[in-house]
């Protein structure tokens, strides 16, 4: 499976989720709303209103995320607010955002391996190819065996048209996980890409 259908296939799983969740929550309410409407009919007048208490709130769930926003400009030396704010960018597919905020993480932590691949995966998504492939490159300094991030290479490399160095980043793929499934999809495109030119 390639790293992109891998991407596709998560972000399904995780709106399948929310949409159940929210499907389920939504009747769960209204079917607390019913049961609460019968028994409050054998409650004493004077007895609190009963229900929906712990019902989710969008108004609180976007008011979390601004704030974790918030946080992250307010605070800009704290890694872990940067991360998230990247992150949750990165959700809605504002790339650039998620970058700009990814970058003030690398500047706090650059020996920070996680930060450094996510950056080479974001800039990868945004169409950024040149600097996705500096950002894959620094990563395999740190772990040279890493297959998902010379999945991300290759596919740079591939994207931005370079044959030599899409051929090596898939020869040391290959090297590493000679079972890769992504290795058949990335030979095909580089011999269309060796063909055009």
Known sequence: MSRENLLFAIIGILLGFIVGFMFASSMSQKSATQQTAASSQSLPSD??????QNAPNPEAMRAEVQASLEKARNEPKDFEA?????????????????????LKANQLKPTDYR????????????????TAEKWYQAALKMKS??????????AATLQKGDAKAAEDAIAKLEKVDPTSEDLAQFRDKLATLKAGK
Request: glycine share 8%.
């Open 47 to 52: 007895h609190p209103p009963v229900g929906a």
């Open 115 to 130: 930060t450094v691949v996510i950056l080479g995966m974001v800039n990868l998504d945004a169409g950024h190819y040149d």
């Open 82 to 102: 940067q991360v998230k704010a990247a992150e949750l960018y990165y959700q809605i597919q504002r790339y650039d955002q998620a970058i700009e905020f990814l």
């Open 145 to 154: 065996d890493d297959v998902m991030v010379l999945s991300g290479l290759a």
